[in-house]
């Protein structure tokens, strides 16, 4: 068992003790469990799980943030988090929607649009739709 | 003695102003309460980011490379200011206004550039004709966090091009529910975090993924993002609780007002009727005799 806290910058999302933790870091996913040495790493949009004190797995969806381990406690700074019920599908389809137009648009006019705004946006959105589709399957 | 009418109309004007003033009163004690949550959950995230940012410095080599630490000679300033879309709260705007003025009086060595939030210091700089590079209003009085990293990414673009190469932020700090500090706190560059000050002993031989460079590269433009969203979360409390003050105020006023109107209005009233019971009573006398 050891501390995971997830505060976002709106407010802490989540502060409890956990039993295992994997996040989506920038070089890929990792785990971490009980007395892991510590670490500092970056992470990209995807999703966090973590299992509670009674070992049930839960998932949020995350765009981006950090992760910081050290003696037994995680602190995680997330851009945004998300339950996957609190998930607004409609709001990130729109989102996929609007970063697609722009990034077809940017491959017309070349330039002018900020490609790589627009597939961050498309990476997060596509991230949120993915992990509610998961769960409403 | 037409002051009776005169007297009663004052009267039911002060007591409308006074129902207005006191709606706004709970409009903003409400509002403030919201304001102060998100200061309040605003909090952990910085302090949890400044620590991070301390002890990425302890555990990497080397001087740390960021475009954000990059100190430059000053040739042009860039001054944010962040104060409320609407008036009635007090003396909020005057208050972080005049600050504003003498830190551009003791800043007169480089070119000076602002970017406005609130219609108020968008209107007060423009008659002064102090070149304004962009202006964000209508706010609403809600933090609006899409629009703080709007604002937090032009600095930063405008700051790594090289068009200025200082910013700051002119802004009301909300430290408690009746204190509210105005203050000119620099924004870029970022000042280097100290390396060993070894808060808890701070562990160094943190295992760095993917290095610490690129985590560098994404940590920092968070870290100016939380600036920009604890600037503004603490201004628009203050604004919300000056103007809770004010009002509050205003409305004690107005009672006190109506109370001296009303004890003028019954002397009035009552010298009417001696004068009246006068008139009656001199007028038998004058049958009688």
């Not at chain 1, 970056?42 to 950090?66: C, H, M, Q, T, W």
């Not at chain 2, 605003?42 to 080397?62: F, N, R, V, W």
């Not at chain 2, 562990?203 to 590269?217: G, K, L, N, R, W």
Request: hydrophobic share 40%.
């Amino acid at each position: 068992m050891f501390r995971l806290s997830i505060v976002t910058p709106e407010k802490t999302f989540f502060d409890a003790d956990v039993a295992s933790l994997m996040v989506p870091g920038s070089e890929g996913y990792l785990g971490v469990l009980s007395n892991h040495a510590p670490l500092i790493t970056a992470l990209k949009p995807g999703r966090i799980e973590y299992k509670d004190a009674d070992n049930n797995p839960r998932f949020v969806a995350v765009s981006g943030g950090f992760l910081e381990v050290s003696g037994n406690v995680a602190t995680l700074l997330a851009d945004a988090a998300e339950d996957t019920e609190e998930i607004d599908v409609e709001r990130a389809r729109a989102a996929y929607d609007r970063a697609w137009e722009l990034l077809k648009e940017a491959g017309k006019t070349a330039g002018r649009v900020d490609v790589k705004r627009a597939r961050l946006a498309m990476e997060r959105a596509s991230n949120r739709i993915k992990i509610y589709e998961e769960k409403h399957r | 003695m037409a002051t009776l009418r005169e007297v009663k109309k004052r009267i039911r004007s002060v007591q409308s102003t006074r129902r207005i003033t006191k709606a706004m009163e709970m409009v903003a004690a409400a509002k403030l309460r919201k304001a102060q949550q998100r200061v309040e959950q605003a909090k952990p995230y910085a302090q949890k980011l400044d620590e991070m940012l301390g002890h990425l410095a302890a555990g990497s080599t080397g001087e740390i490379a960021h475009p954000y630490f990059e100190e430059r000679p000053i040739k042009k300033r860039t001054l944010v200011v962040i104060v409320s879309d609407r008036g009635l709260c007090g003396s909020f705007n005057s208050n972080i206004l005049r600050k504003t003025d003498k830190w551009i009086a003791e800043h007169q060595d480089a070119e000076l550039e602002l970017v406005t939030v609130g219609k108020r210091a968008n209107d007060y700089y423009k008659r002064r004709k102090t070149p304004i590079i962009q202006f964000h209003g209508d706010w609403g009085g809600v933090m609006d966090y899409g629009r703080a990293r709007e604002i937090a990414a032009f600095l930063a673009e405008r700051f790594t091009s090289g068009q200025t190469d200082e910013i700051s932020l002119a802004f009301t700090r909300f430290v408690s529910l009746v204190r509210y500090v105005t203050g000119v706190e620099s924004y870029l560059p970022v000042a280097r975090p100290e390396v060993g000050d070894g808060d808890e002993g701070a562990v160094s031989d943190y295992i760095f993924e993917p290095t610490s460079e690129q985590i560098y590269a994404q940590l920092m433009p968070s870290y100016a993002n939380t600036k920009m969203i604890t600037a503004l979360t603490e201004s628009f409390a203050s604004e919300h609780g000056s103007r809770m003050m004010a009002m509050g105020n205003a409305t004690k006023n107005a009672g006190e007002m109506v109370d001296n109107l009303t004890l003028e209005y019954n002397k009035a009233r009552q010298a009417q009727i001696t004068k009246e019971l006068l008139e009656v009573v001199s007028g038998a006398d004058a049958l009688a005799g």
